[in-house]
């Protein structure tokens, strides 16, 4: 489902844009500091409600203003959807097909953007919680209602953490069992989900690295031991302190290439390639369900790849029938062929060539 067009207002250094886009290949060129990066933040937003780059609304909106708005057409053929954004200083306003959403996941369903950018290696360098959110993405593209299964888990771990804040009477029981429940259901749906994403991992990881590599699935709590079981155990420190220590909520993918954990085994530079496979992977399966509805973002691919690893890595890009948006600083960019849309971005203002 591509994006077929997007209007934007106030965001960032851009104060007004209307652009049209292609279904497959978008390059944006321009020079430091132009106005790349936000157009693709922009686009981000508009599927996922959010940046890449800050949690805070208000450093997206422009300097000087009370508000943002985008407003992007997708093509289902023969159905257009229109989704629509308002982000003021308070909160976020999500339109979409003309109703008001109650939830980021509506603009998702019709508008799926992936971004890979010069931080992407985060999502190996960095503590579980960036690797937690990439797969519980990944389950929600396979399974729409996991994100029923997401709410309830973390409605009844906020129920049972105010339980041992406050010390309630009568124990944990009641608390244990909806919890032990819901939790039990998302780590089994998140485990299926890496087990289909695992083929795509070691092919792309085969491809970009010439090595081995291998996911690792850490639940949240011990192998082979009921989750009921272990918030039993648990109660008792989980009391001490405060907290549950224990579930999905602690969950981790540990990511190994020729056998060893990828921290200790590859180079910065390769990191990053690791972990733009892993994203491209997840975007691989996702196509697999509905084709040709992703979208992928590169953020100056050329930037921090030398030629033989760009060159990989655009051979896998190319593999896959997504709708891309690259940013660049010149227009020449080896190896994705000729774009079907190109745009010259200068001091904000953004122009189609
Ligand atoms: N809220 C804002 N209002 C106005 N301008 C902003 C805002 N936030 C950032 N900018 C400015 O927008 C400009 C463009 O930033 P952006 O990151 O999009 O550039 P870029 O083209 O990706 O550059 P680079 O090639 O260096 O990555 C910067 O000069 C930045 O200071
Ligand atoms: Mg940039």
Request: aromatic share 8%.
């Amino acid at each position: 489902m591509p994006l077929v067009s997007l209007q934007l207002e106030r965001f960032r250094c851009i104060h007004e844009a209307t652009l049209g886009f292609d279904n497959r290949y978008n390059l944006i060129v321009g020079a430091n500091a132009s106005g790349k990066t936000s157009l693709l933040e922009a686009l981000y937003f508009l599927g996922r409600g959010r940046s890449f780059r800050t949690r805070r609304l208000d450093r997206v909106i422009q300097q000087g203003q009370a508000d943002f708005l985008a407003v992007g057409k997708v093509l289902n053929p023969p159905v257009t959807t229109v989704l629509g954004l308002r982000g003021s200083r308070g909160a976020t306003e999500i339109r979409v097909a003309g109703a008001t959403a109650t939830s980021a996941a509506e603009l998702a369903l019709h508008f799926p953007p992936q971004v890979i950018d010069p931080d992407v290696h985060k999502l190996l360098e960095e503590g579980p919680t960036r690797r937690r959110r990439f797969l519980d993405w990944g389950v929600f593209h396979v399974e729409p209602f996991f994100m029923d299964a997401w709410q309830r888990y973390h409605r009844a771990l906020r129920q049972r953490t105010a339980a041992l804040k406050t010390g309630a009477a009568g124990g944990l029981g009641a608390w244990n069992a909806e919890l032990a429940l819901a939790g039990e259901l998302l780590a089994e749906r998140r485990g299926a989900y890496l087990d289909l994403l695992g083929p795509f991992v070691a092919d792309i990881g085969q491809r970009l690295l010439q090595a081995k590599v291998e996911l690792a699935y850490h639940r949240g709590w011990a192998a082979g031991v009921p989750y009921s079981q272990a918030l039993e155990e648990g109660g008792e420190r989980d009391q001490r302190y405060g907290i549950t220590h224990l579930g999905p909520h602690r969950a981790d993918i540990g990511v190994r290439v020729d056998g060893l954990a990828a921290k200790e085994r590859v180079s910065r530079g390769q990191q990053k390639l690791l972990a733009a496979g892993l994203i491209l992977a997840q975007v691989a399966l996702q196509e697999t369900y509905t084709a040709g509805r992703s979208a992928l973002l590169l953020d100056d691919p050329a930037a921090e790849l030398d030629p033989e690893n760009l060159e990989r890595f655009v051979d896998v890009v190319r593999t896959l029938p997504v709708q891309l948006f690259v940013t660049s600083l010149r227009q020449d960019l080896p190896g994705f062929g000729v774009p079907g849309a190109m745009f010259h971005v200068e001091r904000g203002v953004v122009r189609a060539a």
